[in-house]
Nanobody, 126 residues
Framework: QVQVVESGGGLVQAGGSLRLSCVIS????????MGWFRQSPGKEREFVAT????????DYSDSVKGRFTISRDNAKNTVYLQMNSLKPDDAAKYYC???????????????????WGLGTQVTVSS
């Protein structure tokens, strides 16, 4: 069973940066597609970014493109989300998700991912 554990959330001022980490255990990390999602109270879980095996296979939501960077270290079974130029609208609980990659396409919907962490809270003060 794949286990997903996020860390790195916290309180940051608007314009600041945070780096979230997500460690995978119990599965073949290299075969997983990894995603970051976020959810604010009263809102649906929202896609943020996804990465397949290689650094060239990355996608972002329009709201974070140019400010956030997803990356993965296959040797450490870890995926990162570097968040720069944070805005109050970025405040949310951030979730890491994993799914066995079929070899075709990218997964953008929360319902596409089988394995989830418990989330890490990001608060952005204005």
């Amino acid at each position: 069973q794949v286990q997903v554990v996020e860390s790195g959330g916290g309180l940051v001022q608007a314009g600041g940066s945070l780096r979230l980490s997500c460690v995978i255990s119990g599965g073949d990390f290299n075969s997983l597609i990894m995603g970051w999602f976020r959810q604010s109270p009263g809102k649906e879980r929202e896609f943020v970014a996804t990465i397949i095996r290689s650094e060239s296979s990355r996608d972002y939501s329009d709201s974070v493109k140019g400010r956030f960077t997803i990356s993965r270290d296959n040797a450490k079974n870890t995926v990162y989300l570097q968040m720069n130029s944070l805005k109050p609208d970025d405040a949310a609980k951030y979730y890491c998700a994993a799914h066995p990659w079929s070899g075709h396409g990218t997964l953008f919907r929360a319902t596409d991912y089988a394995f989830w962490g418990l989330g890490t809270q990001v608060t952005v003060s204005s």
